[in-house]
């Protein structure tokens, strides 16, 4: 890309940016599957993922409540 970091970051913190729009999105896309992952392997019984996953319901909860 031909824009200056510094540029690229204060886009990207603009909430009327298209790119800012595109990064999110992006982020909660990759954070919506790594939980699909994690799921997939507490299903399958792996210890740590049901863990992981517990600790994830229990933010979710959290942040409704705020």
């Known amino acids: ?20 729009r595109a990064y999110y999105l992006g982020m909660a896309t990759v954070k ?3 939980r699909k992952n994690e799921l997939d ?3 399958a019984g792996s210890p740590q993922a049901v863990q992981r996953t517990h600790e994830y319901l229990n933010q979710m909860l959290e942040e409704i409540r705020v």
Do not use: F
């Open 32 to 34: 919506q599957q790594h």
């Open 1 to 20: 890309m031909d824009i200056n970091e510094d540029d690229l970051r204060e886009e990207i913190l603009k909430p009327s940016s298209k790119l800012h």
């Open 41 to 43: 392997l507490a299903a």
